[in-house]
């Protein structure tokens, strides 16, 4: 039972990334997918989280604009789009499941290794 994010890797500031989530051992569809993400020296952060139905949740410093979330339940995954990529969304990023939004990040489970973003010139 794990997620496995991917799609990571270098981009230009101002570039774009499409993040993907995979779930295997379990039917994603029925729990909420959040996406994190960690910077070098810093703490994990929550970004945002869809629920099961669909509704979409932003953590504190991370509103609508930029990074848009969505899930294929026909396949298993979820996804994050990036776009207008800064130097400072260079982290590791990282999807995990819970029970619902509202959970606090420690309730998050099924994480995997998480997927390198590096964005420089």
């Known amino acids: 039972v794990q997620l496995q994010a991917s799609g990571g890797g270098s981009a230009q500031p101002g570039g774009s990334l499409r993040l993907s989530c995979a779930a295997s051992?379990?039917?994603?569809?029925?729990?909420?997918v959040g996406w994190f993400r960690q910077a070098p020296g810093e703490e994990r952060e929550g970004m945002q989280c869809?629920?099961?139905?669909?509704?979409?949740?932003y953590y504190t410093n991370h509103k609508a604009g930029r990074f848009t979330m969505s899930r294929d339940n026909a396949k298993n995954t979820a996804y994050l789009q990036m776009t207008s990529l800064r130097p400072d969304d260079t982290a590791v990023y990282y999807c995990a499941s819970a029970s619902g939004c509202e959970a606090p990040m420690r309730r998050f489970g099924s994480w995997g290794p998480g997927t390198l973003v590096t964005v420089s010139s």
């Open positions: 051992g379990f039917t994603l569809s029925n729990y909420a």
């Open positions: 869809m629920s099961s139905t669909g509704a979409t949740t």
